[in-house]
């Protein structure tokens, strides 16, 4: 029901149909109030006093039809009411609706169009004051001190107006910077997930052509057992893109906010056995050990903490040396616990890690996995160990 009424509030077909019923019912009461307000004929002020009953009721729906137009007019209407104004006193009819009325329309003008208030409002004093000293031949003191009281109006309505519009320009600025917040988070969402669903497969691809390179001429079913692996791997990526891209076409965001579209398939922890299949082919022989009771997470957190067992083990792959790498995954009663260890070759003697570590220092790994932690409010390390190796620990509240 919450989420219903937002809609309604934020719909702009709702919105248009309020202002369109504030329109109205401001012109219906416009009109209601022309004759309640008109000075009594027996005063000697209304010079038409013959006029029939359906008559008035034209004449007072004709006075009042220039206020549909504000919203589209709002200056052509403000000038209208004050013709209005300005010709009932030279008519002898001067109902005090139509000065609440240019006060009203003054305040709305001012906050679409400060000047044309301005200048509108100087000329609805300038004109209240001489009608008030020739038309009613009151004394320059006495039209000076209604002037001045009507001045005192204008410029409260303009004030109001100028408020209005202050805090409309912030709340659209600050849409604007919302939006431009929602559209870069999610550009780096995206940039994420193909990051880490491509950049596994294409190192394996990459070791294993370079395993079929190196034994091409003197081990033949090595060769081949190196490219059906990269035709598999190859196969698999592209199916994992074209998921992932028709997801983002048919993604249909909500008129109110900009969501994020569903990237399919969503990788999940049930996907690691599968991931060390892939990576034995790679010539790197993951371990897989689970602690706790397995059970089903939200799935934020299991797309999170696949790809970043996926990273870790890419990093792995294309980055050092190691013919083995630990994963342990620990079921918490408050979260999920994600450990990837390798020893490489420094633990052993040998030449050592190249200046790219596991983590991807160079490139975005390391970046990437940091972001989707702290998007999740979790804790993340990466680094060298002691022993040599690089070790990858991540917890993710559940």
Not at 68 to 95: I, K, M, N, Q, S
Request: charged share 20%; net charge positive.
């Amino acid at each position: 029901m919450e989420e219903l009424l937002q809609r309604l509030s934020t719909s702009k077909r709702v919105t248009w149909l309020m202002s369109q019923a504030v329109v109205l019912a401001t012109a219906g009461l416009y009109a209601l109030m022309l004759p309640l307000t008109m000075p009594a004929p027996e005063h000697g002020l209304f010079r038409f006093p013959d006029l029939g009953g359906f008559q008035k009721i034209g004449l007072w729906l004709l006075l009042a039809l220039p206020v549909l137009l504000v919203r589209h007019l709002p200056a052509a209407v403000f000038t209208a009411v004050l013709g209005e104004a300005v010709l009932g006193d030279a008519f002898g009819a001067r109902p005090s609706i139509v000065f609440v009325m240019l006060v009203g329309l003054g305040g709305y003008l001012a906050v679409r169009r400060p000047k044309a208030a301005a200048v509108g409002s100087v000329a609805s004093v300038a004109a209240a004051f001489f009608n008030d000293l020739h038309g009613r031949e009151q004394s320059v003191g006495d039209a000076s001190q209604w002037a001045g009281g009507f001045a005192l109006w204008f410029a409260v309505a303009w004030v109001f107006g100028g408020v209005y519009r202050k805090r409309r320009e912030y709340l659209e600025a600050l849409q604007e910077q919302t939006a431009a917040r929602v559209v870069m988070a999610e550009r780096l969402r995206i940039a994420r997930e193909l990051h880490d669903s491509v950049a596994h497969s294409i190192g394996i691809i990459t070791v294993l052509s370079g395993a079929a390179a190196r034994v091409v001429e003197t081990k033949p079913e090595q060769t081949r057992q190196a490219l059906a692996g990269i035709e598999t791997t190859g196969r698999e990526t592209l199916l994992e893109l074209q998921r992932m891209l028709g997801a983002l076409r048919r993604a249909e965001p909500d008129d109110a906010m900009p969501q994020s579209a569903p990237l399919a398939p969503a990788g999940s922890l049930a996907d690691v056995p599968q991931l060390a299949e892939r990576t034995a082919g790679a010539g790197v022989r993951v371990q897989v050990t689970w602690r706790g009771e397995r059970r089903p997470l939200p799935p934020e957190i299991e797309l999170s903490a696949f790809r970043i067992i996926q990273e870790s083990v890419t990093n792995v792959v294309r980055h050092s040396r190691a013919r083995t790498c630990r994963v342990a995954v620990g079921y918490e009663p408050e979260g999920v616990t994600i450990e990837v260890v390798d020893d490489g070759d420094d633990a052993r003697g040998g030449p050592g890690r190249p200046r790219l570590s596991a983590a991807g220092e160079s490139g975005f790994g390391l970046l990437g996995m940091r972001e989707r932690v702290t998007l999740l409010s979790g804790q993340f390390s990466a680094g060298r160990r002691p022993e040599g190796g690089f070790r990858v620990t991540a917890r993710l509240p559940v």
